[in-house]
């Protein structure tokens, strides 16, 4: 029997990528750009083009418009904190599914780097504080971007 695994490495170099970032709690928001950009550099990304929407709500578009224009894989960066409304709710699922159906319709990697936490606190835990997910999600980028590289080879 011949096994095979295919699977992307964390390499940067020839790709091109974009991150989509929600302005929305832009202190936590901030913080995980901060943390991809860190990673897309040390891992020797050729070109990252960030494009800021206004909310996460937004960010299913923006990524689509990226997903259609070359890029090699996009990450989407938000944070859905839950606060007291229903708003909540709504927003978490709808950049959720969005976001998985860019990427299913483009065929284009689309990372889900949107935190969803009941506060601020254990937003910072993730956006910097304890471990930075914005780093973790721009790792994923890399894997999915040179894995969709090698399955179209
Ligand atoms: N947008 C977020 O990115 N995070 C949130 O926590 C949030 N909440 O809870 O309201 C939020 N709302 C704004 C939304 O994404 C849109 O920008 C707005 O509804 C306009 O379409």
New binding site residues.
Partial sequence: MEVRVVEGEFMGENLKIGVVV?R??DLL?GELLKGALDCFERHGVDRVDVVK??????IPLAAKKLAERGYDAVLAL??????E?K??DL??SE?AKGVAKVSLDTGVPVIFG?ITVEDELQGFDRAGVKSNKGFEYAMATLEMANLMKKLRD
């Fill in positions: 929600a929305f709690n928001t929407v206004p909310g996460s709500f937004e938000g944070a859905v904190v839950r606060g409304t708003h909540f927003v978490a950049v949107v």
